[in-house]
């Protein structure tokens, strides 16, 4: 499986697709004004507690208050207030956790008022982004990323990723980071660290250990409601979590943000520094790709399958909808469960890709075209979970219930990517009704007599659908000859099959338009 990161830098941000074997598969959006990242660390402050949610509404400088729940507080919640409230009056020297003394852990069937109180500050971390109407979804329970290994302060746990397999492996790597992490901070091992060295984890230890203390350096003098600490930019975010050797090329349009991602990935991975490409063509990176024709095909209600079958795809606020349809598909009597298990798993492995493609996260139900052998049912279920097996977002998928439908949760942490296909018409501006045809031709005379007696233009030609060319020339006693008569000037017309009905431009000698 060949990877491909294809990065377009704009004004309002980037757009950043991910191809595999040449296939579309995610599309990320870094807006430029985006101040709610994922990960972004901020001095919270309470504004309202809610007993009967057991949550608090919280100021992160958001239009809405976010929303912090108590079992998003984290166990060591109270050591997180504790070290806030000793950095704030400035009692707390060491930048580490060396001399720090743990408090209890909070019990999962608590209350959030026994804890937080109102106007109180607290650190709180990015969890879920503003999606629709509602704020940020917080978490007290801080942690720091980085490519090889996650740092979570106030514990001592080293947790290891579940797909490395190999016992050997995971001794080992237990024992370098117990070896090299500092007191009280547990550590996750990400999938990535598998077959890795000592001087690479430590490293990236050291990296995490040193935005630790850019941390409690800078909690002391934040404002309320102010960011802390920030996540990286999406393009590096991207790169860290899933840069690996299946990665042919990273093409960026952009010289400043190649510069910057080419010492990122030469940082985190320095033999993989020149697949990270400068793209300089005249083309639009997209096209060049064929990226945009990919967004076009992919987004939009309808989905079309390689097979004649398609998706239709609907959304609403509690969930997403997706029907399975043979379409023109079309098979033998006597083989019609097998032609519907072979048009559900086409759209089985379309689904796994439009989940990533298009971020779509909560609930989601599929209705796959009805089958009657269980071992066709199973097979399916199997099929829909290896390929949902390449989703990076936390998910879980039910088998098929009596009624032939799947139901997928999917994690929501961004909101959804939402791309209109349909394209405005041309004729009628998208208002349904275009110019009366009968003056289109009043629309030309006045127009050509502009350019010939205000701006004197020369060896005009004039461009129309093909239906408006065959009329204009049509008879003897054409409108061609009119306008010779007219002027005094033979004005050429030239048929454009493109155009649309009532379209029409004017060209110089030059062949280029002249602007009216």
């Known amino acids: 499986m060949v990877k491909e990161l294809i990065i377009n830098s704009g004004p309002q941000g980037s757009t950043i697709a991910l191809l595999q074997d040449k296939q579309l598969v995610e599309l990320n959006k870094e807006q430029v004004n985006n101040n709610y990242a994922v990960g972004d660390i901020y001095l919270g402050k309470i504004k309202k507690i809610m007993p009967g949610l057991n949550a608090a509404f919280v100021d992160v400088g958001y239009e809405k208050d976010a929303f912090l729940h108590y079992l998003d507080l984290g166990p060591q919640v109270k050591s997180l207030m504790k070290l806030t409230k000793y950095i704030k009056s400035g009692n707390h020297q060491d930048k580490l956790l060396n001399n720090f003394k743990l408090e209890e852990e909070i019990t999962k069937s608590g209350k959030i008022a026994d804890l937080v109180s109102r106007n109180m500050l607290l650190p709180v971390q990015i969890a879920k982004e503003p999606i629709s109407t509602k704020g940020p979804r917080l978490s007290a329970d801080l942690s720091i990323a980085g490519r090889f290994v996650v740092l979570v302060p106030f514990s001592d746990a080293t947790s290891i990723s579940k797909k490395i397999k190999s016992n050997g492996e995971r001794t080992r790597l237990r024992k370098i980071i117990e070896s090299i992490k500092p007191k009280n901070f547990g550590v996750i091992i990400r999938t990535v660290s598998e077959g890795k060295g000592v001087e690479e984890l430590q490293k990236d230890l050291l990296d995490l250990v040193a935005k630790w203390e850019r941390f409690t350096t800078r909690l002391k003098t934040t404002n309320p409601a102010e960011k802390v600490l920030g996540e990286m930019g999406r393009t590096s975010t991207i790169l860290r979590d899933i840069l690996n050797p299946d990665f042919a090329n990273v093409y960026i349009d952009d010289a400043a943000l190649y510069e910057e991602v080419r010492a990122y990935v030469h940082e985190i991975s320095p033999e993989m ?244």
Not at 349 to 360: F, K, P
Not at 363 to 371: E, L, Q
């Open 273 to 516: 520094e020149k697949i990270v490409k400068h793209y300089k063509q005249k083309e639009p990176i997209f096209e060049h790709f064929g990226v945009d024709k990919q967004i076009k095909a992919a987004f939009g209600r309808t989905v079309n399958l390689p097979g004649g079958a398609y998706l239709v795809i609907e959304h609403t606020e509690a969930l997403h909808v997706i029907d399975v349809n043979s379409g023109n598909r079309t098979a033998s009597k006597e083989n019609q469960d097998e032609n519907a298990f072979l048009v559900n798993k086409e759209a089985a492995r379309e689904i796994a890709r439009q989940l990533r493609l298009r971020d779509m996260g909560g609930i989601v139900v599929v209705d796959f075209i009805d089958m009657h052998k269980p071992a066709n049912r199973k097979e399916l279920f199997d099929y829909l979970r290896e390929q949902m097996n390449l989703d990076r977002a936390k998910h879980t998928i039910l088998p098929p219930s009596k009624f032939g439908l799947v139901q997928i949760t999917r994690q929501r942490v961004r909101p959804e990517m939402n791309i209109i296909t349909n394209e405005k018409c041309p004729s009628c501006d998208g208002t349904g009704e275009i110019k009366a045809s009968i003056v289109l031709l009043d629309d030309v005379a006045a127009n050509l007599a502009f350019i010939i007696k205000e701006q004197n233009e020369k060896n005009i030609t004039l461009c129309v659908h093909p239906y408006i060319e065959a009329y204009i020339k049509k008879g003897i006693f054409n409108l061609q000859w009119k306008w010779f008569s007219n002027y005094g000037r033979w004005i050429k017309v030239k048929a454009e099959p493109s155009y649309h009905l009532t379209e029409f431009h004017f060209l110089n000698s030059k062949e280029e338009e002249i602007k009216l």
